[in-house]
């Protein structure tokens, strides 16, 4: 599976990004797709993830309530809606794939694929 994300940007706080990330390659009908990031001198760390046959969600404490993740199935892309944006949510932002998982909890080490990440910068 190839992931291509895009739609990072400079934006001031209390503003809105989306993110997108379009999957090709194969069918991800069976994936749990994810957004994890990764802030200058930080761990990459999981942000949201959604099971891409039902729709189910998870989210990071430190972004539940201000961003949504959302599939569309028929173009095979991934979504991050972000709104409310503080300048902490500065970071590389990357989509991720995970062939199968009973959990929508993920960790950074055990996605399957990843895409190339794009740069979110909150100014205060």
């Known amino acids: 599976v190839q992931l291509q994300a895009s739609g990072g940007g400079l934006v001031q706080a209390g503003g809105s990004l989306r993110l997108s990330c379009a999957a090709s390659g194969r069918s991800v009908s069976s994936y749990v797709m994810g957004w994890f990031r990764q802030a200058p001198g930080k761990e990459r760390e999981f942000v949201a993830s959604?099971?891409?046959?039902?729709?189910?969600?998870y989210y990071a404490d430190s972004v539940k309530g201000r961003f949504t993740i959302s599939r569309d199935t028929a173009k095979n892309i991934l979504y991050l809606q972000m709104n409310s944006l503080k300048p902490e949510d500065t970071a590389v932002y990357y989509c991720?794939?995970?062939?199968?998982?009973?959990?929508?909890?993920?960790?950074?080490?055990?996605?399957?694929?990843w895409g190339k990440g794009t740069l979110v910068t909150v100014s205060s």
């Open positions: 991720a794939a995970k062939v199968s998982s009973v959990i929508l909890r993920l960790t950074s080490g055990s996605m399957d694929y």
């Open positions: 959604i099971r891409w046959s039902s729709g189910s969600t």
